[in-house]
């Protein structure tokens, strides 16, 4: 199985700043990487797939990049709504496999 | 608008069984495979399962793999996971999430609202 690593585990973040999380798969996955959101109470959300494709609607702050074993997810200009949990699943090989996940809070 | 509506789901004994029912609409349903994730309340995600679109092809991770089974009826435009012999270790909210429609490997655009299940007695 693919084991997603992410990190940090938590950040603590103001309106405004740049956020970077990564994400590192045990073996190669080319781009097939996807990204959610997920706030409490609620079912995650579709942020961006293949590593880079921002889901429509998914405002233009939110960046995806790499490929191979090693990826990020950067919002430049956190806003209110983005305090939530990100999540990275590998979509390369059964069983898909997800990150643990990094909380991004005040 | 594309939604995924679930159903199902409560306390139920270790050993016990239970069905989970997912329904789809504003997309042809038969043509797109549907996973199965899982959450306990607090923690991450945990993909359990998938089903092909025509229902004859199924995945499942290693924590279920014959004990639970994906099946579909794109007649009703439903999925169900039948959970058996169920675990303490199988409590969570279980989300019934539309693979995106170019495949597997482009992840999963739409998840339904959750159902939650709990094995206690």
């Known amino acids: 199985d693919i084991q997603m690593t992410q990190s940090p585990s938590s950040v603590s973040a103001s309106v405004g700043d740049r956020v970077t999380i990564t994400c590192r798969a045990s073996q190669y996955i080319s781009t097939w990487l996807a990204w959610y959101q997920q706030k409490p109470g609620k079912p995650p959300k579709f942020l961006i797939s293949a590593a880079s494709s921002l889901q429509s609607g998914v405002p233009s702050r939110f960046r995806g990049s790499g490929s191979g074993t090693d990826f990020t997810l950067t919002i430049t200009g956190l806003q209110p709504e983005d305090f939530a949990t990100y999540y990275c699943?590998?979509?390369?090989?059964?069983?898909?496999?997800f990150g643990g996940g990094t909380r991004v809070e005040i | 608008e594309v939604q995924i509506f679930q159903s199902g789901g409560g306390l139920i004994q270790p050993g016990g069984s239970l069905r989970l029912s997912c329904g789809g609409s504003?997309?042809?349903?038969?043509?797109?495979?549907m996973n199965w994730v899982r959450q306990v309340p607090g923690k991450g995600l945990e993909w359990v399962a998938v089903i092909s679109g025509h229902g004859r092809a199924t995945e499942y991770a290693d924590s279920v793999k014959g004990r639970f089974t994906a099946s579909r009826d794109n007649s009703k435009n439903t999925v169900y996971l039948h959970m058996s012999s169920l675990r303490t270790d199988d409590t969570g909210v279980y989300y019934c999430v539309r693979e995106e429609p170019q495949g597997h490997r482009y992840g999963m655009d739409v998840w339904g609202q959750g159902t939650t299940v709990t094995v206690s007695s």
């Open positions: 699943q590998q979509g390369n090989s059964f069983p898909l496999t």
């Open positions: 504003g997309y042809t349903f038969r043509k797109i495979s």
